[in-house]
């Protein structure tokens, strides 16, 4: 069978994978299966959150994928998935793979901005009152959750440097805390403010290194827990500032 | 009380779960496995059980329910662990250890950045257990179809 395309197919489903936060165990994964369902079986792949590598025996040539952009896209996760399983099961031929996979890249997210928005701002609501807030800080976090995630999404587009949205984002969600506490429509700033950070907290990238550490990943795992790191510094400096301002 | 708990975490893991941009159809798997997870912390913690153990408890719950969704609707696992431990990070800890950097009470910052960087280990112990039980049954029942079939 033609390695290039197969090489083509497995490079390709792992940059998706990657981008989409799958993890990195799963992402290595994947690309073997699919190598050893078209009949590569000494393939290797070693990923990190910001490349791949991956190469098809001893003499074939190694290739390699910079991964710049990684967000959060589960869908893309699964549909990958579901191709590799229907690789896997010889229902696919190279072809179909390969065209599917090209769909996928060109999709977008699964749901439109404003239901993202809507949903964080109900969840900070909710983590307010889960924090042991009171019901009358529910609207003031809601507000403020929908607004610092809306914030985020714009800085994330118009900024470059990376963890410049969150602090944007975090200051702004300080301030409007506090502005509602002032104006006495909300009581408790602490948990209206930790309540509308959550959409913020890289959650999800402290667990996954951790994970990633136990599952013997250490590049991936430091790095992300980097990643989480400066992710949790920025999103406290930015309401830091506002607490020094005011 | 106990009502509003479980209300507001299913809400607030759904809605981590449409965030993450996971697939519509298993938007209400994920709220209820966040929701069993968060039950499970408030239970042990109003009781007066450690926050890292009701981490582990709590997550290793989530990682069982997470592996039946999986396996049931033939999806990465990734979908519920991750909106389903959300209600776990400690994101209010790391915020408070955060502040009180900036507002130079390293003391407490130190503290407080120590808990959550092990609350955070708890949860990824609970997801790595469950797989790793998981791995056990597995193996033992392939040793024993293979006793079998010599």
């Known amino acids: ?246 | 009380m106990m009502i509003e708990q479980l209300i507001t975490s299913f809400i607030a893991a759904a809605g981590f779960a449409v965030i993450f941009n996971a697939p519509k159809n298993a938007l209400i798997q994920c709220g209820l496995v966040g929701m069993l997870g968060w039950l499970v912390y408030t239970i042990s913690t109003i009781n007066g059980v450690d926050a890292v153990v009701a981490t582990v408890a709590a997550s290793i719950l989530i990682a069982v329910l997470s592996q039946l969704c999986a396996k049931i609707f033939k999806t990465p696992i990734i979908i519920f662990t991750v909106s389903g431990i959300i209600p776990l990070v400690p994101g209010g800890l790391a915020y408070d250890a955060m502040r009180n950097f900036v507002e130079n009470d390293y003391n407490m910052a130190i503290q407080l950045a120590a808990k959550a960087f092990l609350i955070s280990g708890a949860i990824a112990l609970g997801l790595v257990f469950s797989e790793i039980i998981n791995q056990v049954i597995r193996k033992s029942r392939w040793k024993k179809s293979q006793v079998r079939s010599n």
């Open chain 1, 1 to 246: 069978m033609d390695k290039k395309a197969i090489t083509k197919v497995c490079l390709l489903a792992g940059k998706l994978m990657l981008q989409s936060g799958a993890e990195t165990y799963r992402v290595e994964d994947t690309m073997i299966r699919i190598a050893s369902a078209y009949g590569v079986l000494d393939a290797q792949s070693h990923v990190t959150p910001t490349g791949i590598m991956f190469s098809m025996g001893e003499t074939e040539p190694t290739n390699f994928v910079r991964i710049d952009k990684r967000s959060t896209d589960l869908y893309k996760v699964t549909l990958v998935n579901s191709i590799s399983r229907n690789i896997s099961s010889r229902s696919l031929s190279i072809e179909e793979a390969s065209n599917q996979l090209k769909m996928i890249e060109k999709q977008i997210h699964a749901y439109p901005n404003y239901i993202q928005i809507l949903a964080a701002a109900l969840a900070s609501g909710c983590f307010t009152i889960m924090f042991q807030g009171q019901w009358i800080d529910f609207i003031p976090a809601l507000l403020v959750g929908g607004l610092g995630f809306s914030a985020m999404i714009y800085f994330h587009h118009i900024v470059e440097v990376r963890f410049f949205a969150e602090f944007l984002a975090s200051s702004i969600i300080g301030l409007f805390a506090y502005f509602f506490v002032y104006m006495r429509i909300g009581v408790e700033l602490d948990k209206i403010i930790i309540g509308a950070v959550m959409p913020l907290v890289p959650g999800l990238l402290i667990t996954n290194a951790v994970r990633d550490l136990m599952a013997g990943h250490l590049v991936s795992g430091l790095s992300k827990g980097a990643e989480a790191f400066l992710t949790a510094f920025a999103i406290g400096a930015g309401v830091a500032v506002v607490f020094l301002i005011i």
